[in-house]
């Protein structure tokens, strides 16, 4: 071990920095833990983390490229496309390993495409793509920046050689698509529909790679901590890439130590030993100063040192060794971050582009289903929402204004409905009633259970139950503007649709809160707003005995009850309300059933 004693340096030099790491959490001056978190935290979904942890790890070493090419990927994710394009270029200036280059360049694109920057894009990919066989992502982003800048065919050139690369298909596919949709509608569909699938198929490895990030980065020469001692200045070589330096002869109530290396910042810590882990390749041959400061937990300075210390050139054949580590290093860390960095289509928008082609060749039922999921999808697709509103005036599946309720009076049938399903606590055993007495019933469904329960929802569909709409996320439709009433109703209508292959067209508001401009909303997206007769939560009594009795009571010819797949006591009520009503020798069916088959009323049944 080299030993060098200094003296100190004036504790103006550091105050700022080291009172900067006296707020912030503990952490440690070891990179690799930063990056390991930083990219964990990325790889999980979460970039603003990921954010922080890769800024400190930059802190501690400013020539790294992986720190870059990660903290690149966590500022493309937050949408800070300046930020994220320095951190990209820093990459190219520092590594000539080509997956990293590779993974910068498609981050670069995506940066310069997300700014509205075509031409740009065009001529730095362009130049890249024309000279790299191994560049799809690169290919990719240039065929979208011709496409926008009016360059069809040469955007669909583009596209057709990155398409080649499974990585990029859907995007590349979903570039051919819009470049033919104008001129060539009928030939779009297929690249579109295909983007589509590709699309579903890739989200989640895009965004949930299954191996965690963890080994590439972890620095070698890590020793057990050491009690601190009275201050002075350590340095080692722990091999041939990592100097160590670290304070010896410490004060006893130091809690914070900053390091800086030639009058620049490298990092700071609260951690015992306080080491400080330093890389060779970010210092040339020749003398430095190294300069420490302590200070105790109030941020008062209780100890610096520094010195002087020269960095001799290395042993031959040590350099050639030691930059091919570190291309390794880098190429395995790009390989894991290239699944984030890569263009990916925005399925709202590709829904919206299908439908417009399906709509140019009159496909219209199919053009208007693309634009109902690209609605559902993303709620500022107005473009989708008029083009749908427009179909459904023209192929009459919107419905007239005529708010007044409605019955259909069928003597001797009455109608089950349930809201608030699936659910996998109450559904099954619902289920099960309703198959050992043979009733058919509806189900109004809300999405975000669809979404958690498919296989419950394709199972109320197959037992031969009518499955009707109660919003996506069980909102009061009564405070939301016609707008979002329309989201909510279409959102539900494309998931149930997606599970279990039966569209919607009744839709009962949660808690039958309504108003005219909701009710007119939901009839301009195609659905029948469906109240009820008789209510198991209206009324004090609570025991399922009495509560079969008033439901049985009220429901008459063409009555509809309302129960639930939810905590009340639709589980004790239901086997006595069907015994009551099958001993008067009353028929079941679906809401449908009782609907008038001419009908252009919007809502029917008075709830009581």
């Known amino acids: 071990m080299l030993r060098i004693m200094g003296k100190p340096v004036l504790r103006e030099m550091l105050v700022a920095f080291a009172l900067t790491a006296l707020a912030a959490p503990a952490f440690c001056s070891d990179r690799s833990a930063f990056i390991e978190r930083g990219v964990g935290r990325l790889l999980d979904g979460k970039p603003q983390d990921a954010t922080g942890a890769l800024f400190e790890a930059r802190k501690l070493d400013t020539n790294e490229p992986v720190v870059h090419l990660a903290l690149g990927a966590a500022l493309l994710f937050s949408q800070r496309y300046e930020g994220a394009i320095g951190e990209f270029e820093q990459v190219l200036s520092l590594t000539q390993e080509p997956t990293a280059r590779r993974v910068a360049w498609s981050g670069l694109g995506i940066c310069w495409l997300r700014r509205g920057e075509n031409l740009k894009a065009a001529q730095s990919l362009g130049s890249l793509s024309d000279t790299s066989d191994d560049s799809a992502s690169a290919e990719a982003c240039l065929a979208y920046a011709l496409l926008r800048l009016g360059d069809r065919a040469g955007a669909r050139r583009r596209a057709e050689r990155a398409a080649a690369s499974p990585e990029v298909r859907g995007f590349a596919l979903d570039v051919i698509g819009r470049a033919q949709l104008e001129n060539a509608p009928r030939t779009a569909i297929e690249p579109l529909r295909r983007a589509l699938r590709e699309s579903r198929a890739g989200q989640g490895r895009a965004l949930l790679p299954e191996q965690a990030f963890l080994s590439a980065v972890t620095l070698p020469g890590a020793r057990p901590a050491s009690q601190p001692r009275e201050m002075s200045i350590s340095l080692s070589e722990t091999d041939s890439e990592i100097l160590q330096i670290e304070p010896l002869q410490m004060p006893a109530n130091a809690r914070q130590v900053a390091l800086w290396i030639d009058g620049s910042p490298k990092g700071a810590t609260n951690r015992p030993p306080f080491r400080f882990p330093l890389r060779r390749n970010g210092l040339l041959p020749g003398w430095h100063t190294a300069a420490l400061e302590a200070y105790d937990g109030e941020g008062t300075l209780v100890g610096s040192a520094a010195s002087g210390f020269r960095l001799g050139p290395e042993q031959p054949g040590a350099q050639t060794a030691r930059m091919e580590t570190e291309r390794e290093r880098v190429r395995e860390v790009a390989q894991r971050l290239g699944p ?269």
């Open 340 to 608: 984030l960095v890569r263009p990916v289509s925005d399925p709202a928008s590709l829904h919206y582009c299908l439908g417009r082609a399906l709509e140019k060749t009159r496909a219209l039922p199919a053009a208007a289903r693309e634009y109902e999921a690209a609605f559902a999808v993303r709620s500022d697709q107005r473009d989708a929402l008029e083009r749908l509103l427009a179909l459904y005036r023209a192929t009459g599946v919107a419905l007239k204004a005529s708010p007044a309720p409605i019955v259909r009076a069928k003597r001797g049938v009455v109608a089950l409905t349930f809201d608030d399903g699936p659910s996998p606590l109450f559904t099954p055993k619902l289920l099960d009633i309703l198959k050992r007495r043979r009733v058919r019933a509806t189900f109004f469904l809300v999405g975000m259970q669809v979404l958690s329960w498919p296989d419950l929802a394709r199972r109320i569909a197959d037992e031969g139950h009518e499955l009707a709409n109660h919003t996506f996320s069980h909102a009061n439709v009564a405070l939301l503007t016609p707008e979002q009433v329309q989201q909510e109703v279409l959102r539900a209508k494309v998931v149930i649709e997606q599970a279990t292959g039966r569209a919607t067209r009744l839709f009962r508001p949660p808690g039958g809160r309504l108003s005219p401009q909701a009710m007119r909303a939901v009839g301009e997206v195609g659905h029948y707003t469906v109240l009820w007769s008789s209510n198991i939560l209206t009324g004090e009594e609570r025991e399922p005995a009495a509560l079969a009795d008033r439901m049985a009571r009220q429901l008459r010819n063409g009555g509809i009850a309302l129960l639930h797949n939810g905590r009340d006591e639709t589980l004790e009520v239901l086997p006595l309300l069907l015994a009551q009503l099958q001993k008067r020798g009353v028929q079941f069916a679906t809401v449908s059933e009782l609907l008038p088959r001419k009908t252009e009323r919007r809502s029917f049944v008075r709830k009581r």
